[in-house]
C-alpha cells in the first residue's frame, strides 16, 4: 500500500509540473489535459465505464449494480449524455452545462437531461451530468459512468462516448445475445482496446437465451475479441440486469443468485481491492508521457523559431501556413471524392434492391400460396396471424441475406474509398509536420491517424398485417369460405407491394447508415488534423512574438525554452522511475 501512496504522490507531482510548464509556455489544451490527470488523481476518482452499442442495457445494468432503478431506461435509444456515478449522503444531481455554469436538480428530473427524448440531440447543451447516491460500491472514489450506446442512429451520441475514451480507467463493455456481437461492436473494441487498461465483458439478457444458445453466444463473442484488448482474466460475464434489479428491489436471494450478477460483483471486488490501484496510476501515467511527448516537441520547436533570425522565422511560417492552404485544398478534393463514391454506392444498392424485389415476386406467390393451401381448418384470426408471420419472416429473411451479400462486397469498395481518404488525412498530417520539422531542424514524432469506418446495423424489415387494411376487424365476420377467398386475394395483392416497400427502406435504411458513418469518420479524420497541428502554429505564433519585442527577448526565451526542455526530460523520467511497468 505504501508504494502505491508513493507512485500516486509522485504522479501528482509530475502532472502539476507538466501542467504548470504546459501553461507557462501557453500549449493550453496540453495544460487543460494534465491539471484533469492531477485533479482525478487527488481524488483518486476512478472512472469505470460502462460502453457498448446501444440498446444492450448499459443503464439497466448500471441500476442493478446500484439495487436502484435511478437511471433511465427505455426500448428506444435513449442515454444521449455521459452521467458520472458518484457517492454522496442522498441521491442529488448536479448537470454541468457546456456553457460552464450548473444545474442542481432532482433525481426524478434527469431524464429531462440526459434521454434522448428529453434532450432531443443534446439541444439543452449538456456536457455531463454528476448522479449522487448513497451505495458502498461508488465508496472511496470509484465513478461509475453510463455512457451513450454507440452505433445507433443518432451520431451525435456515439460521438460523445468516443470523446470519452481517454477518460477511462477501466471498462465494462456490455453486450446481449441478440443479436450476437457485431462488427460495429468489434470495431469500438478496436479503438477502445488502445484507450484503456483493462475490460470486463458482460453478455447481458441472459434471460433471452437458453443456456445452450447462451453458451453459443458466449463463445462466438469470446472468439470474435481483438487480439490486443486488455482483456480481463475474468471469462465473459452471463447475466440479467432486468432480473438482478427486480431481485433486489424485492429482496428475492433466489432470483438474484440466478440472474448472474453476484458473479460480476464479486470479480469487481476483488478487482477494486487489489488491482484498481496499479491500473489506474497505469492509465494516468501513460497519459501524462503521450502529453509530455507533444509539449517536448513543441518546444524544441519553439527553441528552433528563437533562434532564427526573424526574417528567416516569418518566411517559414509563410511557407508553413502556405502548405497547410495547400493542405485544406486537397482535403475539400478528397471529401468531393469521398460524396461521390456515397452517390454511387447507394444509387447502385438502390436499384438492385428494387430488382431483387420484384425478383422475388413468383417465387414468394408460390409459397405463400402453398402455406396458404396447407393452413386448412384454421380459425380466421388465427390464419390471418400465421400468413402475418410467414410474409414477415419470409421478406425479411429473403432481404436480409441478400443485403449482406450485397453489403459485404460494397463495403469492401467503400473500405478503400474510406481507406484512401485516411491516407490522404495522413498524408497531410505528414506533410505538415514534415515541413514544420524541415523547416526547424528537427525530428517530429510522428502523429497516425487511424479511424475505421464503424458501420451501424440495419434497423430491420416489416410487413403490415394483411388486416390491417382499413375495414378492421370487418372480414372477420364473413363466412369461412369467403374469409379465405378474401384472405388469399389480399396475400397475392400484398406480395408485390411489401417486396416493393421494403426494397425501399432497406435502400434508404443503407443510405442513412452510409451517410452517417462516413460523416463520423469524416469528423474524426478533422479532428486528428487540428490536434497534429494546432500547437505547431501556436508555438511558431509565440517565438514571432518574442522576436516581435526584440532580439535580447528572443535569446532569453531560447534560453528558458531549454530550460523547460531539461526540465521536460526530468518530468519524464520521474514518470517512467513512478511506475516500470509503463517501460520506457
Ligand atoms: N430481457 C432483458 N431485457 C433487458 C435486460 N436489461 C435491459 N433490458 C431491456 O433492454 C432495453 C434497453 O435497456 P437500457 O438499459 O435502456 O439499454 P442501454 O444500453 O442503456 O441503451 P442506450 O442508452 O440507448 O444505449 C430496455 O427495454 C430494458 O428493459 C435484461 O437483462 N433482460
Ligand atoms: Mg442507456
Redesign the pocket.
Known sequence: MKAEVETESSLRGVACKLEELAAAWRQRPIAAAARDLRQRLEQNRFHLVVV??????????LNALLGDALLP???????SVVTVLRYGESPRATVHLQSGRLLAIGIERLHEFVTEPGNPRNGKQVAHVDVFYPSPLLAGGVALI?T??VA?VYEHNTQVTYDFLPKIDAAIF?TSPEPPLTSAEIEFLRDLAQQVSRVFFVM?????ADPQQLAEVVEFARRSLPENLPADRSPIFA?????ALEAKRRGDAELLARSGLLEFEHRLGEFLKGERDEVFQRSVGRGLLSLAEELRMLLALQIQAARMPVEELRDKIARFNQHLAAAHQQREDNQVLLKAGIARLSAAFEAAAREFGESQIPSLTAEARQHFESLRGVRRRKLAAQMDRFLAQHIGQRFETWRRDFEEKALQDFRQVTGRFQEAVNELIRQARQTAGELFGLEMSPFEAEEELVWLEPTGYYTDSLLDWGLGNAPLLLPGGLFRRYLLRRILKAIPEELERNATRVAYDFKRRLQESVSAFQRAMDRHLEEAILGIQQAMQAALEQHEAGSAEADQLAARLSDALRELDAIRASACQAIPSLAC
Do not use: E, I
Not at 204 to 208: G, M, Q, T, V, Y
Not at 239 to 243: H, I, M, P, V, W
Open positions: 457498448g452499442q446501444f440498446k444492450r442495457g448499459k443503464t439497466t445494468f431506461v427505455a426500448v428506444l435509444p435513449l442515454t453510463d451513450p450506446g445507433s456490455v447481458n439478457k441472459a434471460d433471452l447475466l440479467s440486469a432486468r432480473q
